[in-house]
C-alpha cells in the first residue's frame, strides 16, 4: 500500500476493484464505511454485487475480466475531457504521450459494449475519481481537487494479465495526481496475515531481502559478504505453479512446504496431487495436518502465531511485534528453529564448512537484526523501536520515524513511469459446452483453505458447508432449486455441493469459495495461462457448466 489504514475514513472518493472487502478484509471495510457516512463517494467495480454495494454511490458491475476495459475507457475519458492533472504529469511523471495514444483506442462506447456497463456510469466514474468529488460535506484537505485513493485485491492480480492490471490502476493514480497525498494512492489489500512481511524478507522467487533484485551483482555480492557466504544465486527462481509443472517433468524431486496447503489453495487440484505424489521426497511443516500433509513423507509440527516471538508484517508496510500467549503444544516449535536445525544438518552431511555458529540463534531478535542489515528498507527498525505501534518501511535509520505514505516528493525511481497497457481478455472464455464464468473467493467465516477456520467450532456451525451461488435465471435452466445439489463441471474435472440461488452474482456467472475439501474450487481453475510476469494463475474465471444430479436420475 502507498498510503496509511487510518486514511480511509478521511477521503474524499474510495475506488474500490477486485477486492470483496468486507468478506476478505473486514476491519479495513468499517473504515470505507465510516467514509462513506462522512460523504465520501464510494466507487465499486466487481463482476458481484459484494457487501459494500450497500455504501457505494456508484457500482459498475462488469462481466468478469472485462474490467480493464473500464479502466482505460475512464482515463480515455479524463483526457479528453481534460480532467488530469497536468501539473503533476509534467513535474513527476514520463511516458504520458504513449499512454494517451493507448487510452484514446479505448473508448467508453466501446467498455460498455464489452463490460455491460452503462456509458453513463463509466463517466460518472471518471469525474469522481478524477476530482476526489465528495457526496456532501467538505473535504478536510484544502487542496484544489479532493483525494481519491484506489484499492485493491486479489480479483485484479490473480488474472493471466494481472501486472498489467496493476498498471493500469498505477496509470489512472498518476494521471489525475492522486498519489503521494494523503488518502490518495494504489494501495493492495494483501490477502494473508503476514504475506507482505513474507516477500519484504525475499519470499519471492526474484528478489533478495528489501526487494533487492537477484539479477543485481552489486546487491547480491553485499548481501552474500553480510551472509558470510562466498556467492548468491543470480538466477530468478521457480514460482509454485511452475515448481508444480517442474515436479510433473521430473526436474524436482523434493519438496518443502510451509504453512501453505497446495492442494486446496493451487489451480488444477487433480495435477497437483499427482505432481506430489509422484515426488521422491515431501517435507510438510505446519500447524494442522491439511490436505498436503496427508501426502507428506514427514510432517513437522509448528508452533502458531499466538505461541510464538518475532514480526509481522501487515498491508500498510507496518512491522508489528507479536508475543507467545500460548506455550506451543506438544513437540512444535518455531519455524525459525526448525529450519536453522534443518540447514545446519545439511551443511553437515554436504560437507559445507561453516562457524560452529552460523545457523545458531537465542532469539528472533538476532534473525531481525541480520534481516535489517541487508534490507535497506528495514535498516532502521529493530525490535526495541517496534515497541508499540511498530514502524511502516521503508525506515532506512534509527533516527527514521517510518514512512506513512510513499511517493510523497518523488518516486522510488526518480520519476513515475506511465505503462502502456493494452485490454486483454480472460484466456479461457466460454462456450456452448461450457457458458458459464466460475469466479473463486472467500466467505466472511472462513479463512483460506480453511486449515484453521475449518477447526474452530463456532466458525464451522455458522457456515459449515460449502455451496455455490448461481443466479435464479442460471439455476431455473437446469431445473435445481436452493439449496438442491448441483454439479460444476470445467475442462479439469467436477466438484458436487450445494446451490444457494443469490441475486449477488449476475446470469452467466457462479462463485464457488475455495475453503471447501469437499468440493475444492481449485479442481475446476486452470494452470495454462499465467501472468507473463509475476506468473500467477487466472483463479478468477474459469469457464463451467452446471449439471442436475437429479434430473440424471430421473431420466435413467
Avoid at 457516512?37 to 472485462?66: C, S, Y
Avoid at 531481525?368 to 514502524?391: D, K, N, Q, W
Wanted: with cysteine; glycine share 8%; proline share 6%.
Amino acid at each position: 500500500m502507498t498510503n496509511s489504514i487510518h486514511e480511509i475514513r478521511d477521503g474524499d472518493c474510495i475506488f474500490i476493484t477486485g477486492s470483496n472487502t468486507a468478506v476478505s478484509h473486514p476491519v479495513i471495510s468499517y473504515e470505507v464505511v465510516r467514509a462513506a457516512k462522512r460523504g465520501a463517494n464510494v466507487i465499486i467495480v466487481d463482476p458481484r454485487r459484494i457487501p459494500l454495494v450497500e455504501n457505494a454511490t456508484l457500482f459498475l458491475q462488469v462481466k468478469p475480466g472485462t474490467d480493464i476495459y473500464v479502466f482505460l475507457a475512464i482515463m480515455h475519458i479524463i483526457i479528453r475531457e481534460g480532467w488530469l492533472d497536468e501539473a503533476f504529469i509534467a513535474e513527476r511523471t514520463e511516458g504520458f504521450e504513449e499512454l494517451a495514444a493507448i487510452v484514446a483506442e479505448y473508448s467508453p462506447e466501446h467498455a460498455s459494449l464489452k463490460s455491460g456497463v452503462p456509458m453513463e456510469q463509466i463517466e460518472e466514474a471518471a469525474r469522481i475519481y478524477a476530482f476526489g468529488e465528495r457526496v456532501s460535506g467538505q473535504s478536510i484537505y484544502e487542496s484544489e481537487r479532493g483525494h481519491s485513493a484506489i484499492f485493491y485485491a486479489m480479483g485484479i492480480t490473480q488474472r493471466s494479465n494481472g501486472t498489467d492490471m496493476v498498471k493500469t490502476l498505477a496509470n489512472l493514480a498518476m494521471l489525475c495526481g492522486q498519489i503521494g497525498k494523503p488518502s490518495t494512492g494504489v494501495n493492495p489489500l494483501r490477502g494473508q496475515a503476514n504475506v507482505q512481511g513474507a516477500c519484504d524478507m525475499g519470499g519471492l522467487v526474484n528478489v533478495y531481502p528489501g526487494y533487492q533484485q537477484v539479477t543485481d551483482d552489486e546487491k547480491r555480492n553485499k548481501i552474500a559478504k553480510k551472509w558470510q557466504v562466498d556467492s548468491l544465486p543470480g538466477e530468478v527462481g521457480l514460482t509454485i505453479v511452475e515448481a508444480m509443472h517442474a515436479i510433473g517433468d521430473g526436474r524436482i524431486k523434493a519438496q518443502y512446504v510451509m504453512g501453505e496447503n497446495p492442494m486446496m489453495s493451487d489451480p488444477d487440484t487433480t495435477q497437483v496431487e499427482k505432481a506430489l505424489r509422484s515426488l521422491d521426497f515431501l517435507l510438510v511443516q505446519d500447524i494442522f495436518p491439511s490436505e498436503t500433509a496427508l501426502l507428506a513423507h514427514v510432517i513437522l509440527p509448528a508452533a502458531s502465531s499466538l505461541e510464538k516471538d518475532g514480526t509481522f508484517t501487515n498491508t500498510e508496510r507496518r512491522v508489528q511485534l507479536i508475543h507467545p500467549v500460548l506455550p506451543a503444544p506438544g513437540e512444535a516449535r518455531d519455524d525459525w528453529q526448525i529450519t536453522a536445525e534443518i540447514a545446519a544438518r545439511f551443511d553437515e552431511k554436504m560437507g559445507v564448512a561453516r562457524e560452529a555458529d552460523y545457523w545458531v540463534y537465542d532469539a528472533p531478535a538476532e534473525i531481525f537484526a541480520e534481516s535489517t542489515a541487508v534490507a535497506p528498507i528495514y535498516g532502521g527498525m529493530s525490535h526495541e523501536r517496534l515497541r508499540g505501534e511498530g514502524l511502516q518501511w521503508p525506515c532506512p535509520d534509527g533516527e527514521h520515524p517510518g514512512t506513512p505514505i510513499l511517493h510523497v516528493d518523488k518516486f522510488a525511481r526518480g520519476l513515475g513511469k506511465f505503462s502502456p497497457v493494452r485490454a486483454n481478455d480472460p484466456a479461457e472464455q466460454t462456450d456452448e459446452e461450457y457458458p458459464l464464468i466460475l469466479t473463486t473467493g472467500r466467505v466472511l467465516y472462513h479463512y483460506h483453505s480453511g486449515t484453521m477456520t475449518r477447526r474452530s467450532g463456532p466458525l464451522a456451525w455458522r457456515e459449515p458447508r460449502g455451496y455455490v451461488e448461481v443466479n435464479g435465471a442460471d439455476a431455473a435452466a437446469i431445473g435445481v432449486a436452493d439449496n438442491h445439489a448441483v454439479v460444476i463441471k470445467s475442462r479439469r474435472g467436477s466438484v458436487r455441493t450445494r446451490l444457494k440461488i443469490s441475486e449477488e452474482v449476475p446470469p452467466g456467472t457462479i462463485f464457488l469459495a475455495f475453503h471447501w475439501r469437499e468440493a475444492p474450487a481449485n479442481r475446476l481453475t486452470h494452470d495454462f495461462a499465467l501472468d507473463p510476469i509475476a506468473k500467477i494463475p487466472e483463479y478468477k474465471i474459469s469457464a463451467v457448466r452446471l449439471e442436475n444430479p437429479r434430473a440424471k436420475r430421473v431420466k435413467g
